[in-house]
């Protein structure tokens, strides 16, 4: 599948299984708060949370399965600490900006919320910068 084609089609089944979830559920698909409020021993609710969180990595597992080439293993030789480090920083940055791209840039922005909008423009915006200074300044892969 062409490039374009399967990013139309990922963002159309991402776009519609969080617009199934608001209409069907009246939650918001925002998958650092789910997964916050699944972890949480006050959470009530847990099941369909802890179901979602499982889906997204079934759904991961199956593509690695189904079409190997597609998801690379190792974070495309990414050295590991590398990726721990990656991931404690999008984990502050989630918890400070009081959500992720699904709630803000999918979801917030879908719904025209200014606060998502300006979330959303601020975590592309560093996401630029911190791609040009890996590959331009640093000069890594």
């Not at 776009?15 to 972890?39: E, F, M, Q, W």
């Not at 879908?110 to 909008?117: L, N, T």
């Not at 592309?124 to 200074?133: C, K, L, P, S, T």
């Amino acid at each position: 599948m062409p490039p374009l084609l399967s990013a139309l089609v990922g963002g159309l089944i991402i776009g519609g299984a969080a617009a199934l979830l608001y209409l069907l559920h009246g939650r918001i698909a925002g998958v650092s708060g789910i997964l916050g409020s699944a972890v949480a021993p006050e959470t009530v609710d847990r099941e369909w949370r802890v179901a979602f969180v499982a889906g997204l990595l079934l759904a991961g597992v199956a593509l690695r399965l189904l079409a190997p080439s597609t998801v690379p293993v190792g974070g495309a030789g990414t050295p590991l600490p590398l990726l721990v480090l990656a991931g404690v920083i999008v984990g502050f940055g989630t918890r400070m900006g009081n959500g992720c791209t699904s709630g803000h840039g999918v979801c917030g922005v879908g719904r025209g919320s200014a606060r998502s909008i300006w979330a959303t423009g601020t975590f592309m915006a560093v996401a630029i910068a911190v791609v040009f200074v890996m590959r331009h300044v640093i000069g890594g892969a």
